[in-house]
């Protein structure tokens, strides 16, 4: 998610993928939307001159994983490379990507996406948008540009999509963050949550109709827990922090947009049965992190201190970002949770993917066989 500025994520593998064959691979290909929290490289290609500086194309991004930065808004891979590892399948490629084979999954997610198409925004008011409209809708137009090579008839296409893994989102932070930055307030920003909605029921829809049976839908991060967002609404008053040292007022926007969300979710399954509608979790996760980092590889220090940035309370600092002059990372991001203020690290990415592979961050969990615990 991405909140005022222009790009504005474990250790080795704690599933094993081994595992994965008792399922037979139960997915031959996956197809990925969304923002930040999923773009394998997208950003760099479509905003490629149409902003000044793009840090995603700069160390330290990539460093723990790729040894160097691939246009992921994190140290390593996101929870989507670790889904599809999993799986037994190759890494998405991005769509823009070239010369790339897509018959086993394609990315469409890119850094800053909004649910909402920009001209919606722009009509209500709404600014701090990047200049190219790379919402929901924009996303599911490049899957069909795709879909004639994918499949080339009705039932050849509702045969190969039924094999497959379907991911939208997360979708809707930065709409949220779009709203809330242009001056406006949290409760404007909630009453944005049923047009979200509804622009993700019917992607949602639209894949359900063409033969996807398996479908994850991603909720929100809590978003008070966010660096980046703490730093620019910090407030001297402290019954705005939670016990965890996170805006409690902020945070609501995420948890509202989930409950929605999963209300989404019982509605697609009561109307497409014979379908798999997953919500993926992202908020409960990052909470369990900050109550008990040692539980899962993290130090005891303050988790809301990020791992690259220039200075700062939570060493965010606008003027020394990750991937800007001044900006550097931790010597050892394996035991941070954030990793540059906006996305996590590599190593909360793997536990979170490992979640919604078997629970118990995914309702139900996306592999066969694995019941909410």
């Not at 200075?311 to 954030?338: E, H, K, L, V």
Request: net charge negative.
């Amino acid at each position: 998610m991405e909140l005022l500025l222009p790009c504005v994520i474990i250790f080795m593998s704690l599933f094993n993928h081994a595992s994965c064959s008792q399922y037979d691979k139960p997915y031959s290909a996956i197809f990925s939307f969304g923002d930040s929290y999923a773009d394998t490289g997208n950003f760099i290609t479509v905003m490629k001159e149409k902003i000044a500086y793009d840090v995603f194309e700069h160390s330290p991004y990539g460093m723990t994983y790729f040894g160097q930065p691939t246009g992921r808004g994190s140290n390593g891979r996101l929870v989507i490379d670790f889904i599809a590892q999993d799986l037994g399948l190759p890494l998405l490629p991005p769509y823009f990507s070239q010369g790339q084979d897509f018959s086993k999954g394609a990315n469409f997610a890119v850094i800053g996406a909004p649910a909402l198409s920009i001209d919606y925004l722009r009509q209500q008011g709404i600014s701090n948008f990047y200049p190219v409209d790379i919402s929901l809708n924009v996303q599911l137009g490049w899957f069909q540009q795709l879909k004639p090579s994918l499949c080339n008839s009705t039932e050849s296409c509702q045969d190969y999509f039924s094999k497959s893994l379907f991911v939208l989102g997360e979708i809707g932070g930065n709409d949220y963050n779009f709203v809330i930055s242009s001056g406006k307030s949290i409760s404007d920003a909630i009453s944005f949550v049923p047009v979200v909605m509804d622009t993700i029921k019917a992607a949602a829809e639209s894949l359900l109709k063409q033969g996807a049976l398996h479908i994850v839908l991603p909720g929100n991060l809590p978003t008070g827990c966010i660096p980046i967002l703490l730093t620019i609404f910090a407030s001297t008053n402290k019954l705005d922090y939670d016990h965890l040292g996170c805006l409690t007022a902020y945070n609501s926007i995420g948890f509202y947009h989930n409950l929605k969300l999963k209300e989404l979710v019982a509605q697609l399954q009561d109307s497409y049965p014979q379908a798999k509608i997953m919500y993926a979790d992202y908020y409960e996760p990052v909470i369990k992190f900050l109550e008990n980092p040692d539980n899962f590889g993290f130090s005891n220090d303050n988790q809301l201190v990020i791992c690259c940035g220039g200075g700062g309370p939570y060493n965010f600092n606008f003027s020394a970002n990750c991937g800007q002059p001044g900006g550097s990372a931790c010597s050892d991001p394996s035991i941070r949770i954030n990793w540059d203020g906006i996305h996590l690290t590599e190593a909360a990415f793997r536990v979170i993917a490992t979640g919604w592979l078997k629970g118990p961050y995914a309702h139900p969990p996306i592999l066969p066989g694995n019941k909410r615990k």
